[in-house]
C-alpha cells in the first residue's frame, strides 16, 4: 500500500507536468513573502523567513507551489545548521474539467484528485495523495477540503496516515481598503507508522493581511501587510511532555508581494 501510494504521487506529478505541456493557463499568481517570528518549538525560537510561492489555474486542474529559505538569527538547529529549507509541490487533477462532465452537487463544485511532494533539508520527504472537492460557501472566496494519505520517508524510516486538509480564504470590507484572512489546516490523523515515536498532529496556519496598496491607491491586492499566526499541536509528530515543548504558538508579522 505504502509502495502504490509513493508510486501514484509521483506518477501523479508527472502526468500533471505532462498535461500543463499541451494545456492553457488560465490564470496564475506569484508572491513573495517575508515573516518574522518568535517562540518556536522544536526548531531554533527565532526566525525569518523568505518565502517564494506560485498558484496557477490550467485546463486540468490548479497547482500550489512554494519553497521557504528559513533562517535563525544565530542559533543553530540539532543538526548544527543556521539556516534550512523547505518546498512543496501541489496539483490537483479536476475530474469536472479532464471529462467534461458536471462534479457538483450541493455546496461541492468540483472533485478531483489532489497530489503534494514536500521536501526539506536532509532526509525530509513526503508523497501525498486523495481525493479533493472544492465548496461554495457563502461569504468565502474559495474553499477547498483536501483528503490524503500520507507516505514519508524519514531518517527513523517509513510511515504512512491520513491527513485532512482544508484551505480558505475571505476577504472583510475595511475602509478603503480590505482585510484579507486566509490559510489552512494540516491535522495528520494518526501519525504512529506502527512505532510508536509518532503521534497524531494538527497544524492551524491563517493569515490576516490589510491590502496596504490598495489603501495607498496602488493596485488592489498587490502589497499586504499583517501577521501569520502558527498552532502544531505536537509538531513534527513529537509528543509534547514536560521537559519539552512541542506545542507551538507564534504570531509572525508579514509583508506579501504579489507580482
Given at each position: ?29 506569484n ?35 512554494f ?39 450541493g ?7 489532489a ?12 508523497y ?9 460557501v ?8 483536501n483528503?490524503?494519505y ?5 531518517p ?16 472583510i ?15 495528520i ?5 506502527g ?20 489603501a ?5 491586492k498587490?502589497?499586504?501587510t ?11 509528530g ?22
Amino acid at each position: 500500500m505504502r509502495t502504490l501510494i509513493k508510486g501514484a504521487a509521483v506518477a501523479s506529478l508527472v502526468m500533471t507536468s505532462s498535461i500543463a505541456t499541451a494545456s492553457p493557463l488560465l490564470w496564475q499568481d506569484n508572491s513573495v513573502t517575508y515573516l518574522y517570528g518568535k517562540d518556536f518549538q522544536v526548531d531554533p525560537s527565532i526566525q525569518q523567513t523568505v518565502t517564494l510561492e506560485h498558484v496557477s489555474g490550467w485546463s486540468f486542474g490548479d497547482l500550489f507551489m512554494f519553497v521557504d529559505s528559513i533562517h535563525y538569527n544565530g542559533e543553530k538547529d540539532v543538526a548544527g545548521n543556521n539556516s534550512t529549507w523547505y518546498g512543496e509541490i501541489a496539483p490537483r487533477l479536476s475530474l469536472g474539467k479532464l471529462s467534461g462532465q458536471q462534479f457538483s452537487f450541493g455546496p461541492i463544485t468540483d472533485v478531483l484528485l489532489a497530489a503534494t511532494y514536500e521536501q526539506g533539508r536532509g532526509d525530509i520527504k513526503n508523497y501525498l495523495l486523495g481525493p479533493a472537492v472544492d465548496l461554495t460557501v457563502p461569504g468565502f472566496d474559495y474553499l477547498q477540503l483536501n483528503t490524503y494519505y500520507r507516505h514519508s520517508d524519514t531518517p527513523e524510516g517509513v510511515r504512512s496516515a491520513w491527513q485532512i486538509t482544508p484551505v480558505w480564504a475571505f476577504t472583510i470590507p475595511a475602509g478603503r481598503s480590505d482585510i484579507l484572512i486566509d490559510g489552512y489546516i494540516d491535522w495528520i490523523v494518526d501519525n504512529d507508522g506502527g512505532n510508536g515515536d509518532k503521534h497524531a498532529n494538527l497544524h492551524f496556519n491563517p493569515q490576516v493581511k490589510y491590502d496596504l496598496g490598495k489603501a495607498l491607491g496602488w493596485q488592489a491586492k498587490q502589497l499586504y501587510t499583517g501577521i501569520e499566526y502558527s498552532y502544531w499541536k505536537n509538531k513534527y509528530g513529537l509528543q509534547n511532555v514536560s521537559g519539552f515543548d512541542t506545542n507551538q504558538n507564534v504570531t509572525n508579522l508579514l509583508v506579501k508581494m504579489h507580482f
